[in-house]
């Protein structure tokens, strides 16, 4: 755990993505509640929503993710081919990468949030940060633009996606309802409100309004209705603590409200901490 820590602190320190070895690490696909199921490796995190009139898939991550996706979600019993719409969480290569092959196999709408369409479309070339040839990925057809608040809908399930920009232009926290045991849940899948190592908050010409979206981000987050905590990395949200507590009759350890107010809240802290440093207050 320490050593992934650490690594997981120089890749962020390193100012690019590199890879850190839990990306392609498989992780047991298991059920999080509902129809919300986990189909990701230990470190990037994908969701299957499943429906009568299929499924939605929310972040292909790297390109050599996609057959451990594939394999999860048949772990589970159900069929890749029934994907019928793709996610994301936010335009980088981690969350994004494997879009082209999974709507190759699958033939998924992609539906992405408007201040990132075009960061996809390219493959990542003009983001404000990572606009270099190793952040790059294949550019991937947008099917459906999203736009903040909209919903997307498939056989009876309803996500709602919400700007909570920032860390990409258009980062996506998705939200939605789940049954789960008679009980009417609010699920919270965290987009990222993390300012990475290297991001310019004051005086970014690439992005002159980063920080007034960051604030945006943290009041829109501290908003939202959560029993169900979620995130793009499973570090987010303490997926390898959790995950060992499922346990038949035990209480679901993914409902966590008072994990994700503490979780924004920290967040929260450490965007003021480096927007007041690079103020040079
Ligand atoms: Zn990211």
Not at 25 to 34: L, Y
Not at 108 to 123: F, L, N, Q, S, T
């Amino acid at each position: 755990m320490l050593i992934r820590t650490c690594l997981i602190l120089l890749t962020l320190s390193s100012g690019l993505f590199s890879q850190t070895p839990d990306w392609t690490e498989p992780f047991p696909p298991h059920k999080v509640a509902g129809n919300v199921y986990y189909v990701g490796s230990r470190g990037l995190s994908s969701y299957l929503i499943t429906t009568p009139q299929g499924h939605i898939l929310i972040n292909s991550s790297l390109e050599q993710s996609v057959p451990l996706i594939q394999a999860s979600v048949e772990k589970l019993g159900f069929r890749f081919s029934d994907v019928k719409i793709l996610l994301i969480s936010h335009a980088h290569w981690d969350h994004c990468a494997g879009s082209a092959k999974i709507k190759q196999i699958t033939h998924a709408k992609y539906m992405v949030m408007d201040a990132d369409a075009k960061e996809i479309e390219a493959g990542g070339k003009g983001d404000f940060q990572y606009d270099s040839p190793e952040n790059y990925y294949p550019p991937t057809k947008v099917d459906r633009i999203l736009h903040d608040g909209d919903t997307v809908k498939l056989g009876g399930t309803t996500l709602v996606a919400h700007l909570t920009p920032g860390h990409s232009k258009g980062c996506t926290t998705w939200t939605l309802k789940v049954d789960e045991g008679g009980k009417n849940l609010d699920v919270v899948i965290v987009g990222s409100p993390n300012v990475n190592t290297g991001y310019k908050l004051v005086n970014n010409t690439k992005y002159p309004q980063i920080a007034t979206d960051f604030e945006r981000t943290f009041r829109v987050l501290k908003a939202l209705p959560c029993d169900i905590f979620l995130g793009a990395h499973g570090v987010y949200y303490g997926l390898e603590e959790k995950f060992p507590r499922i346990k038949p009759g035990a209480p679901n350890p993914f409902i966590d409200p008072e994990g994700y107010k503490s979780y924004v809240a920290e967040r929260e802290r450490a965007f003021r901490a480096e927007l007041k440093k690079q103020s040079g207050q």
